[in-house]
């Protein structure tokens, strides 16, 4: 993954299509204007506190010429009055420089907390609304990197880099203003030395750019080798690969290193570049002031003045230098949001929803025709009626289209011709909630989630009573394993629920289907990862868990399609041969020969 901003003349956006630039910015800014709107007072009442710590901060100058050229003469002169007023005002102004500024911290982060947390629920349940096509080609990593390190960037930018920004911009403003008033040829020299400091500071801009970029590659390809590294572990140490892949990382680790070093030097020579050329400044406004000053031509106080604004000026330069990075990121985190939340599901709910409150079960296919993108079609064309309450198993070589159909009944795509129907209604009108009460998959991945036993059997639905949950675990044969283990239904199981076994991690997914109640159960590869005794178990609940329901059952094993009412054997997203397993063994023809090899691996010592 890449982040970079976006090309003068497009972007190529890694969560869509290219895009001309515009296009991306305009989109950018109409979430970022979403997200600004219901904090627009919170964010009006900042600004305005900005500002005031800003007044209070540059009086601070001209109030010590007040004192010098003022309050000290009459202070001679036996009236200690100037003096004390100016030094009271000074006081209430320092006073209310640090209040402001503490409140403009608090006031920054609240605005910043409040977008933060929209814009993270807004991105968490878009991408639980978007499709399963959506999600087989976006890597989970990316989904990742979008919760965390995107969403860091604006917390930056927002936290601090905008309050930072618009504070540095308006003391500089503030400071030539001020000294412009107090004394304009002083005020002259400073503004002619603004020049080189913009051309440093364009520099900077520039530089750093082209090294954020840099950066922000190298540091993507180090998280992208670690993320796969891990996730693959187990076939690293498997094939003796560590040495291997350490030296692969080290290598883009070593790119990751020599980026930052040279972000480090960039940021150096501009700092080194602000400090001599504020250095020279306040040398220049002190000789042309310090000769005036002989001359009578100006005041000491003003002349101590001149000077401290001199060497506040370049400071809030530096700061709007290092804001630029806190930008760039920020920008091509909002770009990537944005692209993210533009996304549209590819299987949209339907606009005039028709209810199945107690759905039968009969499923049709008529005339379906799918394939994936623009892929070639992987269902030329399927017509296929399975009747409520029956149990078909679909048998064919990987790629026939078994799974495709699958993920078609469960609704995880829509066809591109024809429609797949439940009781009559076409899936694609059926309510959204109604269709996964009716339909649910259980596939190869028995996924359970952290938590409890019991939470992971009633996921599908959650109020069931704990009497409910048992009778499901027994209904399958769970619930003797469930009681034996340390805290019984409250066990708690970790990530993936790896401490359980693969059969048991199939079992509790069992019940977690029987306590759904689906009138039709699909099933993925549900016992091809399972060894033998794990798949007799398996087996056995599996048999309970099909009674009274219509199901769809993908197997490789035969173990499992011969307890079948009807097996359709696929062929290249076609119906080969149709009909119950003993009929189809009799006939003689592809599923007899899958037969055939079973019998013969049986025999197998």
């Not at 320092?94 to 503490?102: D, E, F, K, M, Y």
């Not at 030329?380 to 679909?394: E, S």
């Not at 024809?418 to 269709?435: F, H, I, M, S």
């Amino acid at each position: 993954m890449t982040a970079t901003t976006a090309p003068a003349h497009g972007a190529t956006d890694d969560d869509g299509p290219v895009l001309p630039a515009h296009e991306v910015r305009a989109r950018s800014l109409a979430l970022l204007g979403s997200l600004l709107r219901p904090v627009a007072r919170r964010a009006w009442a900042t600004a305005l506190v900005v500002v005031g710590a800003q007044l209070a901060l540059v009086a601070g100058p001209a109030l010590v010429a007040a004192g010098i050229d003022r309050g000290l003469p009459a202070l001679r002169a036996g009236d200690a009055g100037p003096l004390l007023l100016v030094a009271g005002v000074y006081a209430a102004a320092a006073l209310a420089a640090g209040v402001l500024t503490a409140a403009t911290v608090r006031l920054a982060a609240r605005v910043s907390q409040a977008v933060l947390l929209d814009l993270r629920g807004r991105v968490f349940r878009h991408t639980q609304r978007l499709s399963l096509e959506f999600h087989e080609r976006y890597t989970s990593g990316r989904i990742i990197s979008r919760q965390t390190s995107d969403l860091e960037a604006l917390r930056e930018l927002l936290d601090g880099g905008v309050t930072t920004l618009a504070a540095s911009g308006l003391a500089m403003v503030f400071t030539a203003t001020s000294l412009v008033l107090l004394d304009w040829r002083s005020g002259l020299v400073l503004l002619v030395a603004v020049v080189p400091g913009l051309v440093l500071t364009r520099w900077f801009q520039r530089r750093s750019q082209a090294q954020y970029r840099r950066s922000r590659t190298a540091a993507a390809r180090v998280i992208v080798r670690f993320v796969e590294t891990m996730t693959g572990v187990r076939a690293v140490q498997a094939f003796r690969r560590e040495r291997e892949v350490a030296g692969v990382y080290d290598g883009l680790a070593e790119e990751y290193r020599a980026a930052n070093a040279e972000a480090i030097r960039v940021n150096g020579v501009f700092d080194t570049g602000l400090v001599l050329i504020g250095n020279v400044t306040l040398a220049a406004v002190l000789l042309v002031g310090g000769l005036r000053v002989l001359d009578g031509g100006l005041e000491v106080g003003v002349l101590v003045a001149a000077v401290l604004y001199a060497r506040r000026f370049f400071a809030p330069l530096a700061q709007v230098g290092m804001f630029y990075n806190a930008f760039q990121s920020a920008t091509a985190a909002l770009e990537k949001l944005s692209a993210l939340l533009a996304e549209e599901p590819t299987v949209p709910d339907p606009v005039r929803p028709v209810r199945v409150v107690r759905p039968a079960g009969d499923v049709r296919f008529d005339g379906v025709e799918f394939g994936y993108g623009a892929g070639p079609s992987v269902l030329p064309h399927l017509d296929l009626h399975v009747p409520a309450g029956q149990t078909l198993a679909l048998v064919g070589e990987t790629g026939a289209g078994k799974s495709t159909v699958a993920k078609l009944l469960a609704r995880f795509y829509d066809p591109r011709a024809g429609a797949v129907r439940l009781d009559g209604v076409d899936l694609r009108d059926v309510d959204a909630t109604d269709l996964r009460r009716a339909v649910v998959m259980v596939t190869q991945e028995a996924y359970l989630f952290s938590g409890s036993v019991r939470a992971n059997i009633a996921l599908g639905r959650p109020d069931a009573s704990d009497a409910e949950v048992e009778a499901a675990a027994r209904a399958v044969g769970v619930h003797d394993l469930v009681m034996s283990l340390p805290d019984g239904y409250a066990t708690g199981v970790d990530t993936r629920g790896v401490r359980l076994s693969a059969g048991q991690r199939q079992l509790v997914s069992f019940a977690r289907a029987f306590l759904a109640d689906p009138a039709v159960l699909v099933l993925d590869e549900a016992t091809s990862s399972l060894d033998v005794p794990g798949e007799q178990l398996v087996q056995d609940g599996l048999r309970r868990l099909l009674v009274g329901r219509t199901a769809v059952v993908i197997a490789h094993r035969l173990s499992t399609v011969m307890h079948a009412d009807r097996v359709l054997v696929v062929a290249d997203g076609r119906v080969a041969e149709d009909g119950s397993p003993e009929e189809l063994v009799a006939a003689g023809g592809r599923f007899a020969a899958l037969h055939a090899q079973w019998q013969d691996s049986l025999r197998t010592p």
